[in-house]
């Protein structure tokens, strides 16, 4: 039996669901993987993860060809090539591993039923996540909303099993071999410029940092937190290793790939919150949206240095602390009036680890619309968020070099009144319920 099997958010060949299923039900597998030209079309040209990508992608490359075998890569859209190479290359099957957003279910979907029409099998493995879809439900047989019983009930449900790793360096013979490696398609040919002006995490996990978690990860002048996201996103690494670890080193940190597993779930069961309000309720409040406020929350010229260090760490690293996320989500939404959209729109642009059930879910949470959210009457004050989470102004200073001169900006809204504004605002819009 013949297969393809297409790497998607899974860049690595160890511990891989999808191709151990390949390797061992097929004779000769022939890895690829697409650069689709669905998604990469809506991007600028200089995504640095598109570089990330690309970067993985020459290593997994170079991996395979320590095999004996290659990485097939291609450009274009996975409906038109995905059929077309399945007939030139005679396989029996197509092998990959589960995806949950909606785009990405609805081109799987189109595309298993032109592979049935040609009698190619479409199998799907889970990979991404340690739970998917109906494996933690409620009694009642539906999806948690709330995230303590969901985790709970995950807690329950874990053991070894769900843990294990699939050992597919056993079954490499049946990568299908190469004589002649083929071509690895360049940044420039699909449009990007070639910009790396960002450090990218690594994928090994810090055990030092992970076991001093739960006292470290609300300071954002340190490395108090993983930074596992960007591995965990693109499938560097496996989740089954890193829970593992966690469920060993630190259960706070294991809660925290629980959060991920949920907001997986939620988008999956409930994919009208991808673009509307989880509580639809929220969608009648009465967004501000006022485009020059908008700007200076971007650019990080609040006059509150919180949310300005945070806003100018996204823009030169791609990352920002999670704490400081809440508290510049919260003050979007809650100080500014400003529809969660524009937000989660700003992060989806600019966040190396940009997951979208995960950035959905937290902006969700901070706007009060979401799952398990905040409480709308909940308002972040970010003075006191500095003065418990950097007392010192260690991480203000970093990345606001002029806060404490001149040059630094007044508070562009004053609190007291933003807090009342937003509590009447909500209270407003959601008086009918």
């Avoid at 511990?15 to 697409?34: K, R």
Wanted: aromatic letters at 14%; hydrophobic letters at 40%.
């Amino acid at each position: 039996m013949k297969a393809l099997f297409w790497h998607r958010r899974d860049l690595r060949i160890e511990d891989n669901a999808g191709l151990f299923s390949a390797l061992t039900n097929n004779v000769s597998v022939q890895p690829i993987f697409i650069f689709d030209s669905e998604i990469l079309s809506k991007l600028k040209s200089d995504d640095q993860r598109v570089l990330f990508i690309h970067t993985e992608i020459t290593r997994l490359k170079a991996d395979y060809q320590k095999l004996g075998a290659d990485l097939f890569v291609f450009y274009g859209n996975p409906i038109e090539i995905i059929p077309d190479l399945c007939l030139k290359m005679d396989v029996q099957s197509l092998v990959t591993n589960k995806d949950y957003e909606p785009y990405a279910i609805a081109r799987d979907k189109f595309i298993y039923e032109e592979l049935q029409k040609l009698n190619i099998n479409f199998i799907a493995k889970k990979d991404h996540v340690i739970f998917e879809k109906n494996e933690v439900l409620k009694a009642d047989g539906l999806p948690y909303t709330v995230f303590t019983p969901y985790m709970k009930k995950w807690r329950e449900k874990l053991n070894e099993f769900y843990l294990k790793t699939y050992p597919t360096e056993k079954y490499f013979q049946n990568l299908s071999k190469i004589e002649k490696n083929s071509r690895m398609i360049s940044m420039a040919e699909m449009g990007f410029t070639h910009l790396n002006f960002y450090s990218f995490p690594g994928n090994q996990l810090n055990e030092k940092v992970v076991k001093n978690y739960s006292e470290t990860r609300d300071i954002p002048s340190i490395l108090g937190t993983s930074r596992m996201s960007l591995a965990l996103r693109f499938g560097t690494i496996s989740i089954r290793k890193t829970a593992k670890q966690a469920s060993i080193l630190n259960q706070t940190y294991l809660n925290e790939l629980i959060w991920r597993d949920f907001y997986q779930m939620i988008l999956y069961h409930f994919p009208h919150s991808a673009e509307n309000s989880f509580r639809k309720n929220y969608d009648r409040i009465q967004w501000e949206n006022d485009e020059k406020l908008f700007s200076l929350w971007c650019e990080g010229k609040t006059g509150y240095p919180m949310v300005d260090a945070g806003m100018r760490e996204l823009n030169r690293t791609g990352h920002m602390h999670n704490r400081v996320r809440m508290v510049v989500a919260s003050f979007l939404c809650k100080h500014l009036l400003t529809d969660w959209r524009w937000g989660e729109r700003y992060f989806a642009e600019k966040l190396l680890d940009f997951d979208l059930a995960s950035n959905i879910g937290g902006w969700q949470w901070a706007s009060g619309s979401g799952c398990d959210a905040a409480p709308y009457f909940r308002v972040f004050n970010p003075q006191l968020q500095q003065e418990r989470f950097d007392k010192d102004f260690i991480y203000i200073k970093k990345w606001v070099p002029e806060f404490g001169t001149t040059k630094y900006p007044e508070p562009i809204i004053e609190h007291k009144m933003a807090r009342l504004r937003a509590i009447e605002r909500y209270k407003k819009g959601l008086m009918n319920d």
